[in-house]
């Protein structure tokens, strides 16, 4: 089955610094890899994905690379704010195996923004 | 909508006793997904439904885990006996099957699970 790694487990940075977080996957037939953002206490939300037709994705402040031969994506955030504070975590889908929308996920990564 | 439903939101039961959490997707979703979060191992995937039927219950810990979902907007998960090593918030999380193979899992407000 698939298997994500996710580096750096714990990032610090400067308010206005960039930050980049990024993850690897085992299965070559993945083609769907989302990003989730998890504030204290609440639950996971989508902030960006992409699909492996496309290298980079941007929305606004974040954006995301995808680099299929080697198998790693990665999560760059710009002018990193204090909200931005977080734990982050990547995914990849493959729909041909296992059905449906099933991730897996990395472990996450502790975005901590300093003043 | 209001978004995918869970409850309790905080349960704290002792060693031993049966617990039950509860899910209600998003209306008009058909798949719905049960994770397990912990500090030491991460957010792990226990089992999904597709229209109801179980997919994939490889991530069950173990015979004391079941879950069920007897209609398209209810699920359970249900844990008997609980341990203390059971400790952890549960989500639910629901997906819906559009033009794109590709549909956000939209999670719920989790319930966090005390066993002591």
């Known amino acids: 089955g698939e298997n994500v790694e996710q580096h750096p487990s714990t990032l610090s940075v400067q308010e206005g610094d960039s930050a980049v977080i990024k993850c690897t996957y085992s299965d070559s037939a993945s083609n769907y890899f989302p990003w989730y953002k998890q504030e204290l206490g609440k639950r996971p939300q989508l902030i960006i994905d992409i699909r492996s037709n496309v290298g980079e994705k941007k929305d606004q402040r974040i954006a995301v690379t995808l680099n299929k031969t080697a198998k790693h994506f990665s999560l760059h955030i710009t002018e990193t704010q204090p909200e931005d504070s977080a734990v982050y975590f990547c995914?990849?889908?493959?729909?041909?195996?296992?059905?449906?929308?099933?991730?897996?996920f990395g472990t996450g990564t502790q975005l901590k923004v300093e003043l | 909508d209001a978004g995918v439903i869970q409850s309790p939101r905080h349960e704290v039961t002792e060693m031993g006793q049966e617990v039950t959490l509860r899910c209600k997707p998003i209306s008009g979703h058909d798949y719905l997904f049960w994770y397990r979060q912990t500090m030491m191992r991460g957010l792990e995937l226990l089992i999904y439904f597709n229209n109801n039927v179980p997919i994939d219950d490889s991530g069950m810990p173990e015979d004391r885990f079941s879950a069920k979902m007897p209609n398209a907007s209810f699920s359970t998960l249900k844990i008997q006996p609980s341990e203390p090593r059971d400790s952890a918030v549960y989500f639910c999380?629901?997906?819906?099957?559009?033009?794109?193979?590709?549909?956000?899992?939209?999670f719920g407000p989790g319930t966090r699970l005390t066993v002591l």
């Open positions: 995914a990849a889908s493959n729909p041909l195996t296992g059905g449906g929308n099933k991730l897996t």
């Open positions: 999380a629901s997906s819906g099957t559009g033009v794109s193979s590709y549909n956000e899992q939209f």
